[in-house]
């Protein structure tokens, strides 16, 4: 079934003169919605109609196919439904399905419209639309209650939610439209979307309101660009100088830098440090990286202006990052004004991103990484295997999981998984959480089941001895099984810690229920690899997955990637065999799989000790997923085959060596080896 996303743009606005040209993040709000549209799996074209050039410009531009709107269909009295049935009566091929989207949303996640596209498709629904549940009491003028008795006033959990329109997006049978003539017709549903995507741009207050929101809602994506200017104070540092008594002045900076700046550098793109600071120290960590420098500057834009032009480099693109207001006239130059997230609130408003981390704690290195993940994969550099059966296979675009990339050449992605170590006991899961954050992890992994439909009829009944006595298997399940209260507390302390957590979901409604609390992403466990009502859940969330590919055979993971899609997946290697033994490691797979699907490939272990981990990395492995407790000798299934907390710390100390130890793959002569060179070579050339 063909379906087809419309989007009205006119010229002429009431409320905001120009509205759909209104840069948010620093892009228009008729590509933002252009955009997201396209981004959307289920939608096979988006057709922008239009009154105003400069709109049909930028919509072409964004990826939009344009349709000129009458003037009788352009003024402030023209509902948005006569524009869709114009555009429908201008496309070659009619749809089955048309989608109203309004560019006065900013905020439309392409997972919500394939999620509201599929319900019509399914004949579960005629028109879907994006709503935010609400449980709000309202009054109309004469002070009467709307949706409440005033005299009764029942707390919030005993409401049945409202669903307010965001406005962003209506989904309906062509058909249905047409005979009606309106939005709503049959069977009406909602698509539920987040408060933070659902502000409508009516004014200039809240043309306000979502620029100072893009920085913290927008997905991180990958800057493409030719050139990367930066600031140094407060960008390279932490805005911080440590004075001694003579007066020399240190900073501290993020020796991770150093390692993006060079494979910046290798990939051809452009490199500068642009300073007001006269300190030496400038000029000092400038030469360590490599980059050229102009400190001492008193006017940033016109030099910026200066130096693209003597360059040849087209401003639109070109990253500039700052963190003060001396900044906001280059970066108001070039097309991707990029700034830190403890800059002065100006900067931040002007920003089209806001990075994660603070300057002098990898800024410069996140920065980095996502500009080269808008490079083609041949201009990044990979070391060369040195020997054939340890080839690496040709390197696959990382995939964004919340503020990380995962891929080759970037830092190896450690998940400890905690899974049912914590034996349903809150305090040890937080034990564990800070296991895995003062470990170094990024990420720790939890299992989340339906006991009633995930354990077996036969096992319900079986006895076990536990810890807390002796139950049915079915008692000890739900006894051992995390709730919403549980994950709520969970997702708070591992933001405290710097974490990110995700769980494997071993049924639909645990999907559901992980949706809900908005996981970075989803893991499919071994077990799960052919359960495809499973995997086409978690497809139709739209969130990057991992996938564990312990006891499947290659025509199973053919099915599961086929259900799954490649653009978001990662893949992991494993042996489902607790603890693996090392003769059934066969980590060569993770090359196999790396050729195969050509996706990131992450390695799952459950063996004793750290050997074959670490192994696995040397082989390419971008993600290791480890369990972890406290205690081996602990009551529980896996406790056995997991890592305590000092075998984590030396796990993940040691593939940051090697990550280091690889290097690039380029022979060289390297600054140690000069002075036994100098003093032992007889013959020189």
């Given at each position: ?7 009205p ?7 905001v003169?120009?509205?759909n ?8 709000l ?6 997201a ?12 109609s239009?009154?105003?050039e400069?709109?049909?410009e ?12 009458p003037?009788?269909?352009s ?6 439904e006569s ?8 496309v ?23 999620g ?10 005629d ?7 609400t ?12 949706n ?14 409202h ?27 909602v698509?539920?979307v987040?408060?933070?995507?659902a502000i409508?741009?009516?004014t200039?207050e809240?043309?306000e ?58 990939s051809?793109v452009?490199?500068?440090i642009?300073?007001t ?42 990253a ?11 970066m ?6 990029v700034?830190v ?10 920003a089209?991103?806001v990075?994660t ?11 980095c990484?996502r500009?080269?993940?808008?490079r083609?994969?041949?201009?990044v ?7 054939a ?5 040709p ?8 503020d ?11 998940i400890?998984?905690?899974?049912i170590?914590?034996?349903g006991?809150?305090d040890i ?9 003062e470990?170094?992890c990024?990420?720790?992994k ?5 006991p ?5 009829l ?5 006895i076990?001895?536990t810890?807390?006595?002796e139950?049915?298997y ?11 209260d ?9 933001q405290?810690?710097g ?10 409604p645990?999907v559901?229920f992980?949706e ?10 071994s ?5 495809l009502e499973l ?9 990057p997955i991992?996938?564990?590919t312990?006891?499947?055979?290659l ?6 990637v086929?259900i799954i899609g ?5 893949l992991?290697?494993a042996?489902?065999t607790?603890?693996l033994p090392?003769?059934e490691a066969?980590l060569?797979?993770?090359?196999t799989?790396?050729?195969?699907y050509g ?5 799952s ?21 480890r369990?972890?407790?406290l ?10 085959a997991?890592l ?7 796990l993940v100390?040691?593939?940051r ?6 290097g ?9 080896e000069?002075?036994?060179k100098?003093?032992?070579?007889r013959v020189?050339?």
């Amino acid at each position: 079934m063909r379906v087809l996303a419309v989007v009205p743009a006119r010229g002429g606005s009431v409320g905001v003169p120009l509205k759909n040209l209104a840069a948010v993040g620093g892009t228009p709000l008729v590509a933002r919605a252009v955009r997201a549209c396209v981004r959307a799996e289920l939608v096979d074209e988006v057709v922008v109609s239009t009154d105003h050039e400069g709109i049909a410009e930028v919509a072409r531009a964004a990826g939009a196919t344009v349709i000129d709107r009458p003037g009788e269909l352009s003024g402030s009295t023209a509902s948005s439904e006569s524009a869709v049935l114009h555009a429908l009566d201008h496309v070659p091929d009619v749809p089955d399905v048309v989608i109203l989207v309004q560019c006065t949303s900013a905020f439309i996640d392409p997972a919500d419209l394939d999620g509201a596209i599929a319900k019509v498709l399914d004949g579960s629904a005629d028109v879907v639309f994006s709503g935010l549940e609400t449980h709000e009491f309202l009054w109309d003028a004469a002070g009467a209650g709307v949706n409440h008795d005033p005299s009764y006033r029942p707390r919030r959990q005993d409401r049945e939610p409202h669903f307010r329109e965001t406005g962003a997006f209506y989904v309906m049978r062509t058909e249905g439209l047409r005979e009606h003539g309106h939005r709503f017709f049959g069977s009406v549903a909602v698509q539920q979307v987040p408060s933070r995507h659902a502000i409508e741009i009516d004014t200039p207050e809240d043309l306000e309101i979502v620029r100072a929101l893009a920085p913290f809602v927008d997905e991180p994506e990958p800057i493409d660009v030719d050139a990367v200017i930066t600031d140094f104070d407060g960008v390279h540092t932490d805005d911080r100088a440590y004075v001694d008594q003579d007066g020399r002045e240190m900073v501290t900076v993020s020796r991770s830098d150093g390692m993006g700046i060079s494979l910046l550098r290798r990939s051809g793109v452009k490199l500068m440090i642009m300073s007001t600071e006269h300190n030496p120290v400038v000029a000092a960590r400038a030469r360590k990286l490599g980059v050229p420098v102009l400190q001492g500057l008193t006017d940033k834009r016109t030099v910026l202006r200066d130096w693209l032009a003597i360059e040849g480099i087209d401003p639109a693109r070109v990253a500039y990052v700052g963190n003060d207001v001396n900044d906001l006239g280059p970066m108001s130059d070039v097309g991707w004004p990029v700034t830190v997230p403890d800059a002065h609130p100006k900067v931040r408003a002007a920003a089209r991103t806001v990075l994660t981390r603070p300057g002098g704690a990898g800024a410069v290195r996140e920065l980095c990484d996502r500009v080269l993940a808008a490079r083609p994969v041949d201009e990044v550099a990979v070391a060369p295997a040195p020997r054939a059966e340890l080839r690496l296979a040709p390197t696959a675009r990382p995939v964004q999981i919340g503020d990380a990339l995962v891929g080759t050449g970037q830092p190896v992605y450690v998940i400890g998984e905690i899974g049912i170590n914590h034996n349903g006991d809150l305090d040890i899961a937080r034990r564990l959480i800070d296991v895995a954050a003062e470990a170094g992890c990024q990420a720790v992994k939890f299992q989340k089941r339906t006991p009633e439909i995930c354990v077996p009829l036969e096992q319900r009944d079986q006895i076990r001895q536990t810890p807390w006595g002796e139950m049915t298997y079915m008692e000890y399940k739900i006894r051992t099984e995390f709730g919403l209260d549980e994950y709520t507390q969970i997702a708070k302390y591992c933001q405290e810690r710097g974490l990110h957590w995700f769980a494997s979901p071993w049924d639909v409604p645990s999907v559901e229920f992980l949706e809900s609390m908005n996981v970075v992403t989803h893991k499919v466990a071994s077990a799960s690899v052919t359960d495809l009502e499973l995997l086409r859940a978690l497809a139709a969330t739209g969130k990057p997955i991992i996938l564990s590919t312990g006891m499947s055979t290659l025509e199973e993971i053919d099915r599961a990637v086929e259900i799954i899609g490649t653009s978001k997946l990662v893949l992991m290697h494993a042996t489902s065999t607790y603890p693996l033994p090392p003769e059934e490691a066969n980590l060569r797979t993770i090359i196999t799989l790396q050729e195969r699907y050509g996706v990131p490939v992450g390695y799952s272990g459950h063996e004793r000790g750290l050997q074959i981990s670490l192994a696995a990395v040397t082989l390419g492995a971008v993600t290791v997923e480890r369990h972890i407790t406290l205690d081996r000798t602990m009551w529980g299934s896996d406790h056995a085959a997991s890592l305590e907390p000092a075998g984590l710390e030396h796990l993940v100390r040691d593939i940051r060596i090697i990550e280091t130890a690889l290097g690039d793959g380029v022979k060289r002569v390297f600054p140690g080896e000069e002075a036994p060179k100098s003093r032992l070579r007889r013959v020189k050339v």
